[in-house]
């Protein structure tokens, strides 16, 4: 057959074949342009419900128009060549086609739940909206994947039978991974910590602020930007420490005053008393000792104990700072000065006439 019997033969499927893709074309123009504009105007307007809704849809329906095309294609070749694989494998083609891009903007449409109770005035709290978005993720993916096996024909009860079989020997093989998963829903049915909180794991010593809960492991960046990605079951055996959970941040400092201002120490720890009992920053809830608590080897000590009104570590390095200058400060004020280390030095006196001292003789038996 030449070229131009070809041509004649095929005329009018190549003119419908053309016309359905300049539709379907001129379809996706419209639908991208249309999108576009839709979501710049609800993003200017401060409506994140709608914006989330329209970016959720828009690609699975570029999507839909495409698969349509290619349907409407394959179906006019089709006729006219009648191919039995064609014939057998479009309908299932198509239908699987479908539920790809229906699973494709269902997935996209679950991150939409949070925005819908932000804007009834109920924050979901993030390591719960995490948990819900991936569940009910996993169970897109069940469902949809059930449903395009059972459109090829697959037996869904044979294949939950060698599920379960296979289930048996999986589960000796993944154990790390089953205890990983289970950590995870621990951690996020407990909630030690969240996303974005500093946590120890003083076991591992490992410090650091998290960034992911994963479900195999967490991702926790140190401060020196190094990143852990610590497996979910350790925090079913270990010690979590979430120091932004604390309820002030403790100061303890010992401060040595010379032995020679014995007799001021009655009047400089009532001063440092009324001082700290009065200080703006100082958490009067918790704790506050101020006493003389040692003889040591050069100095009288006096414990300063209490708690800085704030859980940044800045700031209370600030109230600490505060506290430790005043002290200084009152004891001065009494006379007083703050002890140094002092290192005794003994000389030994050598004889007049230069000779060395002999040691006296040890008697014998």
Sequence with gaps: MSLAEWFNSYH??????????LIHAFLIVV??????????????????????IYRAIHSPVIAWILLSAAFLVVRRINERIHAAVLSRGLDPALQVGILLVMAWA???????????????GHELNPLISDLAEKFVRFLLVMLFGLMILRTLNFSI??????????????GFAAQGVV?????AVVVYMDQPFKVGEWIVLPQLNISGTVEHIGWRSTKVRAFDTRPYYVPNNIFNT???QTPPRMQARRIDQTVPVRYSDADRLPVILSELRAFIHNHPNVDHNQSEMIYFTNYGPHSLDILVYCF?????????LAVQED?????????????????LPITRVQMQTMPPDGSSVAEAPVPAG
């Design 323 to 339: 506290v430790l200058l005043n002290t200084a400060r009152i004891i001065r004020r009494n006379g007083g000065e703050l002890a």
């Design 157 to 170: 009860a044979s294949l939950l039978t060698f599920g379960g079989v296979a289930g048996v020997a999986l």
């Design 308 to 316: 800085a009104a704030t859980t940044q570590w800045g700031e209370s």
């Design 238 to 240: 270990n010690v979590v």
């Design 31 to 52: 639908v991208r342009l249309a999108g576009s504009r839709l979501i710049k105007r609800v993003s200017e307007r401060s409506q994140p419900l709608r914006e989330a």
């Design 106 to 120: 269902c997935w996209n449409l679950v991150t939409i739940y949070p925005l819908i109770r932000r804007r009834h």
């Design 179 to 183: 205890s990983n998963i289970f950590g």
């Design 12 to 21: 009018a499927m190549l003119v419908q074949i053309g016309v359905i893709l």
